[in-house]
């Protein structure tokens, strides 16, 4: 395997150094699409590589994962670079993280060459001072998002609540006016209710005057006129 791919005979186990073959690549890749990125020391065991993790994972993160953003470092990300580095210093990782595409050997050589030779620290103060406005801002914005969902929450609820009520309101007020109108629709046909009412008087005592009405259009007036004032 190692004559065919042109890497030469290896002795005692050694690891094998220089640059990456494009077939080496090809073998690296293949095993970071079934097992993911990670555990580099393991890479050989499972391949044919004969590459230490550390050479494994530096050739994934700085030249073959598929997210690595190419060209050169913009004006915007340079800010950037700068602000972070005036927070924490040759954290270059930290500062990596927060130029998604950017590897931290690419941000290190890119600072050493354009800034360490250079004078930066007048302006390491505007730096810091940039980043933290900025990342306050972006903090209210988050807090004002939040207040703002929670009102809109808050106002849906008493909508909510307030229709419930209206809701409720009006099915009592419905039921109220069909148990009267059904009690003058037993009235009106009958003269008057039959049985007895709850207090054990008849149902012609608790309507009173209306019972000695002489025909039905009085009745019927009489009942318009008693439901308008109900109304």
């Excluded at 090809?26 to 580099?40: F, N, P, R, Y």
Aim: glycine share 10%.
């Amino acid at each position: 395997m190692d004559g065919q791919l042109g890497w030469g005979t290896l002795d005692n186990g050694e690891w094998r150094k220089g640059p990456w073959t494009a077939q080496e690549d090809k073998l690296l890749m293949e095993h970071v699409s079934l097992h993911g990125d990670g555990k580099w020391n393991s890479v050989s065991k499972l391949t044919d590589l004969r590459r230490n993790g550390k050479s494994c994972r530096l050739r994934w993160v700085n030249y073959l994962r598929p997210d690595l953003k190419r060209g050169n470092i913009t004006p915007q990300e340079e800010i950037i670079i700068q602000e972070l580095h005036a927070l924490w210093g040759n954290r270059w990782s930290n500062i990596a993280r927060s130029l998604p595409g950017r590897t931290d050997n690419e941000i290190k050589n890119y600072w050493r060459t354009h800034f360490k030779k250079s004078k930066p620290s007048k302006n390491v103060e505007k730096a810091r001072a940039r980043f933290l406005i900025r990342q306050r801002q972006e903090e209210q914005g988050q807090e004002e998002q939040q207040h703002l969902h929670q009102g809109a929450q808050q106002q849906q609820a008493d909508m909510r609540a307030a229709m419930k009520r209206a809701e409720e309101a009006a099915l009592a007020e419905d039921m109220e006016e069909m148990t009267y109108m059904y009690s003058v629709s037993c009235m009106l046909q009958g003269g008057g209710f039959s049985g007895y009412s709850s207090d054990g008087s008849t149902g012609d005592d608790s309507w009173g005057s209306l019972w000695n009405l002489g025909d039905v259009p009085d009745r019927v007036s009489a009942v318009t006129a008693l439901y308008g004032e109900r109304r």
